[in-house]
């Protein structure tokens, strides 16, 4: 089992530097060029997931521009139920001197178009017609048909590593030798039938486990009261699926040194079911927030989700007839899903640098691969510091049973 846990500190485009490291034999540029795929009889699992991010870091230089064309102009008329509408209402919703800031932020973005928008940079505000059709109208960052043969290699590779591995169940029961003929242990063959009685493994969970207050937000001695805290986020199923997990509001309020441990070995953030298929990459993506926030973060996610729909669909048309239609949309949806963090994680933490917005503190992620029933679970702890606060919060993936 492989883990990844990607720190919430990080500066916006130190996270796409971040990438490089991943990808091994790729190298993804500053801003969204084509990734030179290797022919897909040779294209391995790393350069997939290299050439995923290059579709989704173009993907967030399109956010970055929604989200800053919103921000400056929250009064613009936008299409009913588009991202750029949801965004704008999310602004009035404001208390006016937060959505003055956010708009001085956004106006000081939009003139140095190069280094915050990549090729979405160069339509002017009062032109940009919004994310789905700027997106939409823009070639993929990738071959197309080299990305739908390289996901239809993967799973090929899966399914029969998957056939020689017996399939991978859900049960516990392993066969194990036994030394010498007691009373006790019934030898049948070379494997005793009755092993002890154990509830089987029935998915996965993550589990917040503590959150600690280093310090409070706020400088010195101009703290005034405490700190009220709120974490929600996302997650993703190895299939893509991507499910909210709405705000949960701590009932305390934090100052400094102030710790909170969940009950019954933590707070059930992400609950999965196992796998059909190994590999599998679980994710989970944690926002905290104070809880003035208001619902700007659930508007961000529910963003996210519009946002994925339409990458998708963009892929879907481009990969053509290299895939089946229900592989093509599971294999797509797998893909993307595995990057949901990196998307979440890199826009929020260009809105805290950007617009310094001190009701956020940025998001954290944490990524395994399961290779089989059998792999022990990680933890780790998040550290959430900006605006003059820092938190800890302590996590854990555990089997279900």
């Known amino acids: 089992m492989s883990t990844h846990h990607s720190p919430p500190r990080r500066r916006a485009w130190f996270n796409r530097a971040i990438a490089v490291l991943f990808t091994v034999a790729l190298t993804l540029g500053l801003g969204a060029g084509v990734v030179q795929a290797a022919p897909a009889s040779s294209i391995t699992p790393n350069e997939i997931t290299a050439m995923a991010r290059s579709i989704y870091a173009d993907a967030t230089d399109a956010m970055r521009y929604s989200f800053a064309v919103a921000a400056a102009e929250p009064n613009r008329a936008w299409p009913a139920g588009s991202i750029e509408a949801k965004l704008a209402a999310g602004f009035r919703d404001m208390p006016a001197q937060r959505r003055q800031a956010y708009a001085n932020g956004a106006k000081s973005a939009l003139a140095k178009p190069d280094s915050n928008f990549g090729r979405y940079g160069k339509t002017r505000p009062a032109d940009y017609a919004g994310f789905a059709r700027a997106y939409a109208e823009s070639p993929l960052p990738v071959d197309a048909q080299r990305f739908g043969s390289a996901l239809k290699a993967g799973y090929q590779d899966a399914m029969a590593r998957r ?88 009932p305390q309020g934090f100052d400094d040194g102030t710790i909170w441990t969940f009950y019954n070995q933590g707070h059930v953030f992400g609950n999965f079911d196992l796998p059909l298929t190994y590999p599998a990459v679980y994710t989970a993506t944690v926002l905290l927030t104070e809880v003035d926030a208001g619902g700007f973060a659930n508007i961000l996610n529910t963003v996210w989700q519009q946002v994925r729909g339409v990458v998708q669909q963009k892929i879907a048309e481009k990969v053509g007839q290299v895939l089946e239609p229900i592989l093509r949309s599971q294999l797509i949806a797998q893909a993307l899903g595995a990057l949901a963090g990196y998307f979440a994680g890199e826009l929020i933490t260009w809105i805290v640098n950007s617009f310094q917005d001190d009701t956020f503190l940025q998001a954290g992620t944490s990524t395994i691969t399961l290779n089989s029933i059998d792999d022990a679970l990680p933890g780790g702890v998040f550290r959430f510091q900006d605006h003059d606060g820092t938190y800890d919060v302590s996590f854990s993936w555990s089997w279900r049973r």
């Open 163 to 250: 056939a020689v591995a017996g399939g991978g169940g859900a049960s516990d029961a392993v066969c194990r030798d036994c030394p010498d003929p007691t009373p006790d242990c019934e030898l049948t063959g070379e494997c005793d039938p009755t092993p002890p009685p154990v509830r089987p493994k029935t998915g996965v969970k993550f589990m917040i486990n503590r959150v600690t207050c280093i310090d409070e937000t706020g400088s010195g001695v101009g703290e005034w009261g405490s700190d009220e805290i709120a974490f929600g986020g996302f997650v993703v199923t190895p299939a893509g699926e991507t499910i909210q997990k709405t705000a949960y509001e701590i």
